[in-house]
């Protein structure tokens, strides 16, 4: 099945496909800058503070091991979000939008 070049063109200046993308490109940047806010504020806090990460809260753990794993589990956390709105809220939407482009 091939679509002319013509529903393209109409595909793409189309409302709902211009919400879709809008929509993703919301929740891919919200994501990103909250991931970056995370990781870049780790890495000034190992440039600037590192007496604080230096804290000993066991014999032989400091207090940046656990912030550090935090950091890569948030990641985890924020890539479960993304897939669950993904799974629930956007590719229903595509579904949508690809069916009734196909019926037309």
């Known amino acids: 099945m091939s679509i002319k070049s013509e529903d393209v063109k109409n595909i793409i200046s189309s409302e709902k496909f211009k919400k879709l993308v809008r929509m993703r ?23 600037f503070n590192k007496e604080f990460l230096a ?14 794993m935090g950091v ?17 809220k956007y590719d229903n939407s595509v579904k949508e939008f690809r069916n009734q482009i196909l019926n037309k």
């Open 25 to 47: 490109t919301t929740v891919s940047l919200s994501l990103t800058i909250i991931m970056l806010s995370v990781y870049f504020g780790f890495i000034l806090l190992i440039a």
């Open 55 to 68: 804290t000993k809260i066991g014999e032989h753990v400091t207090i940046g091991l656990p912030i550090g």
């Open 72 to 88: 890569i589990v948030f990641a985890w956390i924020l890539t479960g979000i993304y897939i669950r709105w993904a799974n629930n």
